[in-house]
């Protein structure tokens, strides 16, 4: 079984709020194709990294997951890339950890 979250911005590069419809959007895409989905959405988490030596960046974001037996790479990489342009990001992180079920 395979766990897939993705991360998905708040805002776009220059502060502007996305609308919600982006992310009912991709609920929608993901609930359809695998059969339900989590969103973790009331406390937007916040991403921290260093883009230079002396300049932090930060993000507010949601994650979205859904869990699959099969891990389709190929189609992955092609969501990946579409959520990448529609967030306009220069990075967008989807991420897969294998779970097992207790």
């Given at each position: 079984m395979h766990l897939i979250q993705i991360l998905l911005p708040l805002y776009d590069?220059?502060?502007?709020?996305?609308?919600?419809?982006?992310?009912?959007?991709?609920?929608?895409?993901?609930s359809d194709r695998f059969g339900g989905?989590?969103?973790y959405m009331r406390s937007p988490a916040r991403g921290l990294w260093k883009e230079t030596r002396d300049t932090t960046?930060?993000?507010?974001?949601?994650?979205?997951?859904?869990?699959?037996?099969?891990?389709?790479r190929d189609w992955w990489?092609?969501?990946?890339?579409?959520?990448?342009?529609?967030?306009?990001?220069?990075?967008?992180i989807v991420r897969v950890s294998e779970v097992q079920l207790l």
């Open positions: 590069n220059d502060g502007k709020p996305f609308g919600q419809d982006e992310f009912l959007r991709v609920r929608d895409d993901l989905i989590t969103t960046v930060h993000d507010d974001i949601v994650i979205y997951e859904v869990m699959t037996d099969e891990l389709d990489k092609g969501y990946r890339e579409g959520l990448t342009a529609n967030f306009r990001q220069a990075l967008l």
